[in-house]
């Protein structure tokens, strides 16, 4: 398994944040290639995703760590994906969202295409940088 980890700083609080991160409908505002989201209930979600010039459609689980600002997610099918979104305050009014991702690079390149090894590596990593943008971006919005 490959680990990446992204950080971004976010100009709203700590709970708009948070309160963020979990209107899954509005993933596809800032998860590339998420045409579709919607909650199933009992932390499930079930995510329409265009890659590869493909669509696939996947599953995951999303729960909180009681106590801390910590959503942990996996999918429960093929691709095995998993990872976290933890929330840090900085000051009063910005917020710190780190991520990080669990995947192997194989599977991934099998199911939704693209370079092998470093570039894929590297392919990665901008994408979820940019989706952290992006996701900066919707949650300033929605002040």
Do not use: C
Not at 134 to 139: G, L, S, V
């Amino acid at each position: 398994m490959s680990t990446l980890e992204e950080h971004v700083d976010v100009g709203v609080t700590i709970d708009r944040a948070w309160d963020s991160l979990h209107q899954v409908e509005d993933y596809s505002r800032f998860v590339a290639g998420v045409r579709d989201a919607h909650t199933e209930g009992g932390g499930r979600t079930h995510l329409n995703v265009e890659a590869g010039g493909g669509t696939r459609e996947l599953d995951a689980e999303l729960s909180d760590r009681k106590g801390e600002r910590v959503m942990e997610w996996r999918t429960t099918g093929s691709p095995e994906l998993r990872g976290t979104f933890s929330l840090q305050p900085i000051d009063r009014g910005h917020t710190r969202v780190q991520a990080r991702l669990e995947y192997d690079p194989d599977t991934v390149r099998a199911t939704f295409g693209g370079p092998k090894g470093f570039a894929q590596a590297t392919a990665i990593e901008r994408l979820v940088r940019s989706d952290l943008e992006q996701f900066k971006e919707y949650a300033e919005q929605r002040r």
